[in-house]
């Protein structure tokens, strides 16, 4: 038989008492103040955003003002009163939803329902939620009421908009502002959940399921609800949760920006369709992209210390995140949060996510597509400095016209010219090795340095000393760090038992010079045969 008594967790769960109430300890003191001294108002104005404890803590307010037996500014939760609110059957706690109820006919009924004082108990409580969808003239109405209303009457408004409620009314109020309740929080308070209800989950699903409620316990405990709902009488994985909840795991980012690192748009579509066909949902991978930059952002700027608590991440993905933030500029990641935190805000009542998120991604990949400030400026740049060659040229030209053809050679041995490198005459065996093993050594790095150094040039620039130059450095990166030097030497350590002196050489970007590495494994006459492992 089918049980139609469930309670959503979310209404199960509302607090009973002030101290059950999380992230607004301000808020609660100042009203349990109120309430000792018998000092209670009789407008309150609550703000903030949804699912913070607005309406939780008005019904506790009303709660409490009607209790018989309060202890310590906190209802007693069991004398009739309290038992009456709980269920919804007082007669002294009026909820108007301002949504559906905003006319003046409505604000109305309730001016002509307060000249009846209450039958049983001290107060009326009026909680008219949405406040701001009140129409002006219900606002009006609504008036004189606030301002002086019987001495038994507290109305209390709450409100997700404040700034759409007309100065009038506020000033007749005290406002309270409801603030975002933490990530840490909010694992506390599902915790206490879980030991409630008796269900097991991971703490890192407990914590994704945190952060994707954006500081709302109340979408936290609805999403956690959800998720228990799908995996009944299982533990609540990390894996299950982002299933349920249409989300990816972090390597899935990785991936990702690997693909924008090397220019790789064909990779970044392929990812997508294993993205879509797995039912993820677009516009929550933005947003939990966009915070995955941010944490990259956090990992370049911030101190070290502690920084796993700062950026909410687990150890296990700390040293992957601190790689790619070694590899990346912090002008880099914050071009790449402009252009998704653009993106969040136009993909997500669009009927055509897919195509935005392909077009922003390109733009990651092909920063000369940009017309921003700073693209501008940067061409601007350029073409005062060929602006000012040409006239250069041009005065030569008024002083002698006879010049024009050394102009002309002058320009030819301008354009860029390759300089090949040779290889020294003699070269140290433990230099060969190490190029000749380069994939096991690659094999020994993880992320995206090893993705960036595969297809590279291996040459060598003295008898002892290896060099390194990218494939491809046309994205705004440097792999020259000291993170990439210490991944590299602790790989040739591993695979050859001895660390060789290298160098990184980014790729000249100088438009007069164009240096060409000979790759060291293809030169006859040097030997290459070498013990390798299996």
């Not at 300890?25 to 949804?50: M, P, S, W």
């Not at 409801?178 to 269900?199: H, Q, Y």
């Not at 405990?221 to 795991?249: H, K, M, P, R, W």
């Amino acid at each position: 038989m089918i049980n139609m008594s469930y309670t959503a967790l979310y209404r199960k769960w509302r607090p009973d008492r002030f101290e059950d109430v999380k992230g607004q300890d301000a808020i609660v003191q100042t009203l349990k103040n109120q309430i000792e001294t018998g000092r209670i108002g009789h407008a309150y104005l609550f703000c903030g955003t949804r699912g913070t404890g607005k309406t939780s803590v008005a019904k506790l307010f009303a709660k409490v003002v009607n209790c018989e037996s309060p202890v310590n500014g906190d209802p007693c939760g069991k004398c009739a009163s309290c038992m009456a609110i709980k269920d919804g059957s007082s007669m002294n706690v009026i909820e108007i939803d301002a949504a559906s109820n905003n006319g003046v006919d409505n604000v109305r009924d309730i001016r002509e329902d307060v000249v009846y004082s209450p039958a049983v108990g001290k107060y009326k409580v009026y909680i008219i939620d949405e406040v701001h969808m009140l129409t002006p003239g219900a606002f009006n109405a609504l008036l004189k009421t606030l301002e002086e209303p019987p001495s038994y009457v507290i109305f209390i408004l709450a409100t997700t908009e404040v700034h759409k409620i007309p100065v009038t009314i506020l000033s007749r109020c005290q406002r309270y502002d409801f603030k975002r309740i933490s990530v840490e929080t909010i694992v506390d308070r599902l915790k206490e959940l879980m030991e409630g209800e008796g269900i097991k989950a991971e703490e890192k699903a407990l914590r994704y399921i945190a952060r994707s409620a954006d500081g709302a316990l109340r979408d936290a405990i609805s999403l956690f609800d959800q998720c228990n709902a799908f995996y009944y009488g299982q533990e609540l994985t990390y894996e299950n949760t982002l299933s349920v909840l249409g989300a990816v795991d972090t390597e899935v980012f990785s991936r990702l920006l690997r693909c924008i690192l090397k220019s790789d748009i064909r990779g970044f579509i392929e990812l997508l369709d294993e993205i879509t066909l797995n039912g993820r949902d677009l516009s929550q991978f933005v947003s939990d992209f966009t915070w995955y930059l941010r944490n990259l952002l956090l990992i370049k700027t911030a101190a070290s210390d502690n920084i796993e608590d700062i950026l909410d991440v687990s150890k296990e993905n700390l040293e992957r995140i601190r790689e790619e933030a070694g590899v990346l500029k912090q002008e880099g990641i914050m071009r790449y949060i402009r252009i998704f935190s653009e993106l969040s805000g136009s993909i997500k009542y669009s009927p055509q996510k897919r195509i935005l998120l392909e077009i922003a991604l390109i733009k990651l990949c092909r920063p000369a597509m940009e017309t921003d400030y700073s693209s501008v400026t940067e061409r601007v740049r350029f073409l005062e400095k060929e602006t000012d060659e040409l006239k250069d040229i041009i005065n030569k030209l008024k002083e002698d016209p006879s010049q024009i053809s050394q102009i002309t050679v002058e320009k030819k041995e301008k354009e860029p010219e390759t300089v090949k490198i040779p290889l020294p005459e003699e070269i140290e065996k433990e230099v060969i090795e190490a190029s000749k093993r380069r994939n096991e050594i690659l094999n020994n790095i993880d992320g995206i340095t090893k993705e960036l150094l595969l297809g590279a040039t291996w040459s060598a620039e003295s008898k002892d000393k290896l060099v390194i130059i990218p494939k491809s450095m046309e994205v705004d990166i440097t792999l020259d760090t000291e993170t990439t030097r210490n991944l590299i030497n602790t790989a040739m350590d591993k695979v050859l038992g001895f660390k060789v002196d290298f160098e990184i050489k980014l790729k000249n970007r100088n438009t007069e010079k164009k240096e060409e590495y000979t790759e060291l494994n293809t030169i006859e006459g040097i030997d290459m045969e070498i013990e390798t492992e299996e």
